[in-house]
Structures are given as C-alpha cells and as structure tokens.
C-alpha cells in the first residue's frame, strides 16, 4: 500500500524505494550466506527450489531480466546454500533490470 501511495506522489521516488528494498534483499541474503554457509552446504535443497530453478519453465528469467541475455543464468541447485545464494543472486538481478 504505502509503494501505491508513494508512486501516485512520484512514481521516480516509489521506484526508489522498491530499488532500496532489493538492495537491503540482497544484503540480507549475502550475510546469511556468509554466517552460515557451511552448514547450508550439507543440507539438501528442497525439490520446490530445484524446480523452480531447474524447472523447464524459466520465463521470469528470461522475459524480465534485462540486464542478462535470454538463456544466460541457468542456476545449480545441489544443496541449500545453492537456493539461497540464487535468492540473493535473484535479488541483485532484480537491480540489475531496475537499473537497466
């Protein structure tokens, strides 16, 4: 709601504001990776996330991330430190197309 507000104020500020927001994402996700890394390594990934990153339908990568090539980014999955790094990779894509 508040984004909805902000974006009829000024549509530049609520872009902003969403950019921040998977910024802060991506930051998260990176001192988690890096606080716990090493135990996520030896947990499995949970077949939820290995289809949705192996899966054959990729089409939020390909059709929304236009900082990449369609068919560049085709994520491993062997563990639960690979999920969560391809979340916080997610997010930095995120950025990345705001940015482009």
Do not use: W
Request: proline share 5%; aromatic share 14%; with cysteine.
């Amino acid at each position: 709601m508040m984004t909805v507000v902000m974006y009829a104020v000024s549509p530049r500020m609520a872009y902003h504001f969403s950019e921040c927001v998977e910024s802060h994402a991506f930051s998260t996700y990176d001192k988690f990776l890096n606080a716990q890394g090493e135990e996520l390594k030896k947990l499995p990934a949970r077949d939820v996330a290995v289809k949705y990153y192996t899966g054959d339908d990729l089409y939020l990568f390909d059709e929304f991330q236009t900082s990449r090539p369609p068919q560049s980014r085709r994520p491993k999955i062997r563990n639960l430190y690979d999920v969560f790094f391809n979340i916080r990779d997610d997010e930095a894509e995120h950025c990345n197309t705001m940015t482009a």
